[in-house]
């Protein structure tokens, strides 16, 4: 294999590998803006020229492949190649494009909503020069233009580096983009007649290393520096993909994806990426109630367990239907399983399989849950898809129904017949994050913490698992499935195991043969693909 | 002086040239005919090659050498590798003019050219590519295709050589940027004219992903004469360095403006003051642009050189598409750049950023010298600029608009100076602002 040297460093190169990729592997900063690993070489911004010994000028890293030399033509007298980003002529030539891509970028920074995780702003403090030697009227272009739904372009900002373009011909392969007009003049635009409007948009907005590319939802938001940041998985479909929260002063400003080789890639879909903003509608309650003829009463989890427990006496052994959720975590999955069978009389329990959609060719799952294929593991029955929930409520007298909302979530042609179906138990018990149309229609309402207030584990559907972060800190009265079960258990004289999350984590390394030798940090930051997938 | 050559040009001023039988009434296609009858296809690339032939379109690159990149059938291939010729009708670098005199004239001794270089090659068809401001080219070259399909000398079976070979006349937009190879690739398949980065070569990766041969028109209509008078008797003509009759366009402040056919040693001056009658009105030479508006520019005294490769490289530039721009003592030297440079900057594609940024800043610097409102500095700093495109960019526009930025500040600096520590420009007793 051809033999590279980087100022330094001897790297061993692999068939076909450019400098750049040498490069980053090997740890080296080499600046670069076009270039992006899922996307083609097109070599435009020219940031990454480098010299390289012998060719008469700089060469761009991102697109110079380096090849073997026949042994009496080597350099140095043993190297396919020598590279030098130090070099006189390497730093003029970093110095020259940077400025030449500063001659007309506004320099708004303190305004822009890149600042802060700014390519510009990087290079320009490593590599740049402190003054602009451009005394012209800068050349104007359109602002804040309305590229798409959930995207704002901003041509004075934008140094054509095409990314955006080349994301949606080649990864979406909806081809919205095109560059427009030709020299000082070029921008980014749809087509005539076209928005940036395809399920993957706002994965634009992530790759632009510069402002000119912003979240429609997140712009002016705050300022990025500001941002809490937590590494978790989306709950929104089987793909889980891996992504990011950003919050502020306990809200979710935005999710951005984590770059996942084996699960998501680089990318998310705007369903996804837009939870942020179904969150700030969330109907909450925040403690515990218990409906009479009177109406709901909330109480302190203290004053609640011995009421609940009594109520669920009352109903006494009549049969038990537990509808489950693949929005619940493994440990809370190994948590119902334990109550099922310490405190319910063992019914099973069915995780509820919601779709919606088609399976798209990138990463959206018309399986709407995350965690279906972590109940399969779990040895939960998982539904048919889109189930009718009269069938599994069918000669049952008492159910519990666990982060699903199957009233609010049913078509409209079934809703009656489940309402009526809900209305005929004797007990109905409704564990959720929000106070939903189900919830309404309960006995008894326990509030969980929603998804990015918790610690678990999900297993996507292509048997990769990964661990959610307790993104924000819910109220102390929502709190994960299995911390209502150990104190349920705890309650009703039972023993349960304590300790919250890696209490439970230990459950499901006991349900889940594979996690038996591995700890939580096996599972950071990227997850792990267990071998097989469960029958 | 020596006399014009009658090879590439012999149709022009002949009557009714464009015709099919006045072209074979000339010996035309004789030599399309040798080569499908009685050479293979590898003889006739060994000829080509042979004879030296040097691209006519700018860059000079050998012809022959070019074809030989495109992949042949191998030993248990079933069939020849799928391939295409290009030719680059795309004439529109400023001063360039030849390459629309041999469509007008003599579309048919371009199309053997290429049949022959289909032939040697043994590619499917060729692309003829034409700038979009050359209507009247583009129909007559349509019906020398049209003639040329009638006769059998395109289409299946070429004179039952067993060649199947096609040409489509294709026009561009008129975009400058579309002359450039890769480019006028992306145009043909539809899309917006802009340079592929390199590697993969045409000769490679070419049209719609086809490996392709690209060739300037000039350099096609050689391939006729080089087939049927031999390699020899085309390097016997002109220096060594640029062998073969070559076109020179001369424009400007001349008193005969127009196309000679010379070889390769004859002087710019012989050209200049002979061919072409001296300056017009009798004035003083300043300056020559030798080879299109891309080429370093000369002064008057550098003007006693042969019009090759090593001449021109001895004064620090080269013959380019041999378009020549002869300014005279009238001409101000910061207003012809700024010219250019507003040419430049108003086709540089905008893909990379070197060429996108610095040919608008050099409009502009040079503009606000020519407005009178230079800063002391100025003319190092388009020095400077200029030597930051240059050789940093993914095609050569962003060279061709750095090396007359580079040339006229560094053989023209006291002009510069004048004007910015005059602020006016002193060939006018008040500043220009308006265009040429």
């Known amino acids: 294999m051809p033999l590279l040297k980087i100022d330094d460093q001897e790297i061993e190169t692999k068939a076909g590998e450019t400098i750049l990729s040498a490069a980053l592997r090997s740890g080296i900063a080499i600046p670069y803006y076009c270039y992006h690993p899922a996307l083609s070489v097109v070599g435009q911004c020219r940031m990454c020229l480098v010299e390289v010994k012998g060719a008469p000028k700089p060469l761009t890293a991102c697109s110079t492949v380096v090849t073997s030399l026949p042994p009496d033509k080597k350099v140095d007298g043993k190297y396919d190649m020598v590279v030098s980003t130090k070099s006189e002529i390497t730093r003029r030539a970093q110095r020259s494009v940077l400025e030449f891509l500063l001659l007309n970028h506004p320099l708004d920074c303190p305004i822009c909503d890149q600042a802060g995780e700014c390519q510009l702003q990087e290079y320009s403090y490593t590599y740049g020069d402190p003054a602009s030697r451009f005394d012209f009227e800068k050349v104007h272009a359109p602002k804040r233009v309305e590229i798409g739904p959930h995207v704002v372009y901003d041509g004075e900002r934008c140094i054509k580096c095409t990314r955006c373009i080349r994301f949606c011909s080649e990864v979406t392969k909806t081809g919205e983009l095109t560059l427009a007009e030709r020299g000082v003049h070029t921008l980014v635009e749809a087509f005539p007649g076209r928005k940036l409007d395809n399920p993957y948009s706002v994965c634009t907005v992530d790759i632009c290393p510069v402002g000119a590319l912003t979240s429609r939802e997140f712009r002016f938001k705050e300022r990025v520096w500001f941002l809490q940041s937590a590494n978790s998985v989306c709950p929104e479909c089987s793909r889980g993909c891996s992504v990011r929260y950003d919050t502020y002063k306990g809200d979710v400003l935005r999710i951005v994806p984590r770059e996942n080789p084996e699960v998501n890639g680089f990318w998310m879909c705007d369903h996804g990426r837009l939870l942020s903003e179904r969150l700030k509608d969330v109907p909450r309650r925040d403690r515990p109630g218990i409906r009479t003829e009177k109406g709901w009463a909330f109480y302190s989890f203290e004053e609640f367990w011995p009421l609940f427990l009594k109520r669920l006496q009352a109903a006494g052994n009549a049969p038990f239907a537990a509808l489950l959720s693949g929005r619940m975590t493994l440990e809370e999955m190994a948590a119902y399983k334990l109550l099922s069978a310490k405190a319910l009389g063992g019914p099973s329990g069915t995780a509820l399989n919601v779709t919606g959609g088609a399976d798209d060719e990138l990463l959206i799952r018309r399986e709407r849950r995350a965690n279906l294929q972590g109940a399969r593991r779990m040895g939960i029955a998982v539904s048919e898809e889109n189930c009718d929930v009269t069938a599994l409520l069918k000669g049952k007298r008492r159910a519990m129904i666990v982060r699903e909302d199957v009233v609010g979530d049913a078509p409209e042609a079934r809703r009656p017949a489940i309402i009526k179906a809900l209305r005929e138990m004797e007990l109905l018990v409704v564990a959720g994050e929000a106070f939903t149309a189900t919830a309404e229609m309960a006995h008894v309402y326990i509030p969980l913490s929603a998804w990015h207030e918790m610690e678990g584990t999900t297993v996507n559907f292509l048997g990769h698992l990964q661990k959610t972060a307790r993104v924000l800190l819910p109220p102390r009265s929502r709190r994960p499935f299995y911390d209502v079960v150990s104190a349920w258990l705890k309650a009703s004289g039972e023993e349960a195991p304590e300790g919250g999350f890696p209490a439970w984590f230990a459950e499901v390394k006991k349900a889940v043969p594979e996690l038996s030798n591995k700890s939580l940090r096996d599972l950071l930051p990227r997850g792990l693909k267990l071998s097989e997938v469960a029958p | ?436």
């Open chain 2, 1 to 436: 002086m020596a006399e014009t050559l009658k090879i590439l040009t012999r149709a022009v001023g002949v009557q009714n040239s464009t015709a099919i039988d006045t072209y074979m009434h000339g010996g035309g296609y004789e030599a399309m005919m040798t080569a499908l009858h009685k050479m293979s296809p590898d003889q006739v690339l060994g000829e080509v090659k042979a004879s030296n032939l040097k691209g006519r379109g700018g860059a000079g690159f050998p012809a022959g050498l070019k074809w030989s990149f495109l992949p042949k059938k191998r030993e248990g291939d079933k069939q020849e590798p799928r391939k295409f010729l290009v030719c680059n009708a795309d004439e529109s670098e400023p001063g360039t003019f030849k390459d629309r005199l041999l469509i007008e004239n003599d579309p048919h001794q371009i199309l053997e050219g290429i049949v022959i270089a289909g032939w040697a090659t043994q590619a499917v068809g060729c692309f003829f590519y034409i700038r979009g401001e050359m209507p009247q080219g583009a129909k007559i070259f349509q019906r020398a295709v049209d003639q040329a399909y009638s006769r059998g000398f395109l289409g299946k079976n070429i004179l039952g050589s067993g060649l199947d070979f096609d040409v489509w006349v294709c026009r561009g937009a008129g975009a400058y940027i579309c002359g450039e190879e890769t480019a006028l690739m992306e145009s043909l398949e539809g899309k917006r004219g802009q340079p592929r980065i390199k590697p993969p070569f045409p000769a490679g990766y070419g049209v719609y992903g086809v490996p392709s041969n690209i060739n300037n028109v000039e350099t096609y209509a050689n391939v006729p004469h080089i087939i049927k008078n031999g390699a020899e008797w085309f390097k016997a003509i002109g220096a060594p360095s640029l062998p073969g009759p070559r076109l020179y366009g001369i424009s400007g402040h001349v008193n005969r403006p127009g196309v000679y056919e010379l070889p390769s040693s004859t002087t710019l001056r012989e050209l200049i003051y002979g061919h072409a009658g001296g300056i017009l009105g009798g004035r003083a030479l300043k300056a020559v642009i030798p080879g299109g508006s891309s080429t370093p520019v000369l002064r008057a005294g550098q003007i006693d050189v042969t019009m090759d490769v090593d001449g021109l490289k001895s004064v620090g530039t080269m013959p380019g598409s041999g378009g020549v721009i002869v300014m005279n003592e009238t001409v101000c030297m910061v207003r012809a750049l700024h010219n250019l440079m507003e040419f430049y900057a108003h086709e540089s594609c905008g893909q990379c950023t070197p060429c996108r940024e610095g040919t608008h800043w050099l409009e502009l610097l040079v503009g606000r010298i020519e407005a009178g409102e230079g800063r002391p500095g100025d003319t190092e700093r388009i020095a400077e600029i200029a030597g930051n495109i240059m050789g940093r960019t993914i095609c050569p526009l962003g060279d061709a608009a750095a090396m007359p930025a580079e040339s006229f500040v560094r053989q023209f600096k006291d002009e510069f100076e004048t004007h910015i520590k005059e602020k006016r420009c002193p060939l006018k007793a008040a500043p220009m602002t308006s265009r040429i």
